[in-house]
T-cell receptor, first 115, second 111 residues
Framework: KAGVTQTPRYLIKTRGQQVTLSCSPISGHRSVSWYQQTPGQGLQFLFEYFSETQRNKGNFPGRFSGRQFSNSRSEMNVSTLELGDSALYLC??????????????FGSGTRLTVV | SQQGEEDPQALSIQEGENATMNCSYKTSINNLQWYRQNSGRGLVHLILIRSNEREKHSGRLRVTLDTSKKSSSLLITASRAADTASYFCATIQWGAQKLVFGQGTRLTINP
C-alpha cells in the first residue's frame, strides 16, 4: 500500500511569510504526528492528531498550528516565518495509539528553508 | 528538549563487523523504538521493544532494554555498506502519543 506522502518536498520562503505543509497518511491510519528536525535541536515533536482532534502538542510557539481532515489528511501551518524555522518537517502516521505494536511510518519530509 | 542520549554520536566500522549503539532515557516508558534515517530523508522504523520485554531480534538486528537502568542497545551484526545511516532511539511514555527522540548515532560502514 502507499506510504506516507508529504508535499511539497522542498520549499523556500521569506521571513515573515506563512507556509502550509501537507501530509497524507497511510490509508486507514487515523493518527498523524508532526516532527521538526534541525541540526541543533534534533527531532522534536510538534503535535499529534487522531480523528480530527489534536491530542498532544509540543513546546512550540503559537505560530505553529495544524489540523486534520475527515479523511485523516493533515496540514501544518507556520505563520510569520523566522530563520530558525528552517528545518526538515516530518509527518508520521500510525493506526493505533502509542504507535501500536508496529511503530510509526514516516514520510520523506518537507525541507523548509527560510531566507 | 530531547529525553534520550545516544552513545556514541558517531561510529565508523569495517563492513562485516558488528555495530553497537546505546540509548539512555529519563522517564518510565511504554515502549522504545529504533529508527534509521538515510541522509536527510524520512525515518524508517526498525524495531519496537515494550517495557516488559528484555530482548528482541529482527533479522540482523538485536535490541535489548534494561528498564532498571533506563537504557537500550541496538546491535547490527555483519554490517553492510547499506547500513550507513543515522540511527535514533525514541521512547513513548505511558499515556502519551508522541515519540521522544535521542540525538542519534551516525553510523558509517567502510567497504
Amino acid at each position: 500500500k502507499a506510504g506516507v506522502t508529504q508535499t511539497p518536498r522542498y520549499l523556500i520562503k521569506t521571513r515573515g511569510q506563512q507556509v502550509t505543509l501537507s501530509c497524507s497518511p497511510i490509508s486507514g491510519h487515523r493518527s498523524v504526528s508532526w516532527y521538526q528536525q534541525t541540526p541543533g535541536q534534533g527531532l522534536q515533536f510538534l503535535f499529534e492528531y487522531f480523528s480530527e482532534t489534536q491530542r498532544n502538542k509540543g513546546n512550540f510557539p503559537g505560530r505553529f498550528s495544524g489540523r486534520q481532515f475527515s479523511n485523516s489528511r493533515s496540514e501544518m501551518n507556520v505563520s510569520t516565518l523566522e530563520l530558525g524555522d528552517s528545518a526538515l518537517y516530518l509527518c508520521a502516521s500510525s493506526s493505533t495509539v502509542a504507535g501500536g505494536g508496529y511503530g510509526y511510518t514516516f514520510g520523506s519530509g518537507t525541507r523548509l528553508t527560510v531566507v | 528538549s530531547q529525553q534520550g542520549e545516544e552513545d556514541p554520536q558517531a561510529l565508523s566500522i569495517q563492513e562485516g563487523e558488528n555495530a553497537t549503539m546505546n540509548c539512555s532515557y529519563k522517564t518510565s516508558i511504554n515502549n522504545l523504538q529504533w529508527y534509521r534515517q538515510n541522509s536527510g530523508r524520512g525515518l524508517v522504523h526498525l524495531i519496537l521493544i515494550r517495557s516488559n520485554e528484555r530482548e528482541k531480534h529482527s533479522g540482523r538486528l538485536r535490541v535489548t532494554l534494561d528498564t532498571s537502568k533506563k537504557s537500550s542497545s541496538l546491535l547490527i551484526t555483519a554490517s553492510r555498506a547499506a547500513d550507513t545511516a543515522s540511527y535514533f532511539c525514541a521512547t513513548i511514555q505511558w499515556g502519551a502519543q508522541k515519540l521522544v527522540f535521542g540525538q542519534g548515532t551516525r553510523l558509517t560502514i567502510n567497504p
